[in-house]
Nanobody
Framework: QVQLVESGGDSVQPGGSLRLSCIVSGFTLDIKHIGWFRQAPGKGREGVSSIRRSDGSTVYGEFVKGRFTISEDTANNTAFLQLDSLKPEDTATYFC?????????????????????WGQGTQVTVSS
């Protein structure tokens, strides 16, 4: 079992920044990748970014366009998502998730089906 707890969500104005954190605990040795997803009201869960532990490679959703940065502190089992230049359309609940398949890479890591454990989410609201 793996437990994930997100934090850092808040209400910000357009153009603002936030740093989301995801603390991972439990049986973490098998984790091969960590991802961030988001879900807005009435919409499906959307892949934001993921990172592979084996080589540190990252992938981002097309809508990110250089505004977000994923990182990980492996020593403390914490993942981060830096959100910059936020737009109202970024308003959503943001979730982190972990997966164990070592062969997954690239755009597969933006698919929720590649992940096994999920946190409860943290709310990001961008509004003037």
């Amino acid at each position: 079992q793996v437990q994930l707890v997100e934090s850092g969500g808040d209400s910000v104005q357009p153009g603002g920044s936030l740093r989301l954190s995801c603390i991972v605990s439990g049986f973490t040795l098998d984790i091969k990748h960590i991802g961030w997803f988001r879900q807005a009201p009435g919409k499906g869960r959307e892949g934001v970014s993921s990172i592979r532990r084996s080589d540190g490679s990252t992938v981002y959703g097309e809508f990110v366009k250089g505004r977000f940065t994923i990182s990980e502190d492996t020593a403390n089992n914490t993942a981060f998502l830096q959100l910059d230049s936020l737009k109202p359309e970024d308003t959503a609940t943001y979730f982190c998730a972990t997966g164990t398949n070592p062969y997954y890479q690239g755009d597969i890591l933006l698919d929720p089906r590649a992940f096994d454990y999920w946190g409860q989410g943290t709310q990001v609201t961008v509004s003037s």
